[in-house]
């Protein structure tokens, strides 16, 4: 139970992180998913787990601090 808040509190600080690099992105234009995952991972980005960016990833780093 302890190991389950702590995924869920490490998953919350870095989705936060996260949010003004894809911001950042955004701000040059590049509005979907997909482009967003791209340029996350052409900067040499990890996801939260050490893989590459999907549009998936990205929607859901942005649903996340949405609520």
């Known amino acids: 139970e302890k190991r ?8 919350e600080e870095f989705n936060k992180k996260m949010i003004p690099i894809i911001n950042e992105i ?11 995952s791209l340029c996350l991972n052409r900067r040499g980005l990890k996801g939260r787990r050490g893989g590459r960016f ?4 990205v929607i859901r780093i942005l649903k996340s601090v949405e609520v």
């Open 54 to 57: 999907t549009s998936d990833s």
């Open 26 to 36: 955004r701000d040059t234009g590049v509005k979907s998913a997909r482009g967003i």
């Open 4 to 11: 389950d808040k702590l995924m869920v509190e490490t998953k």
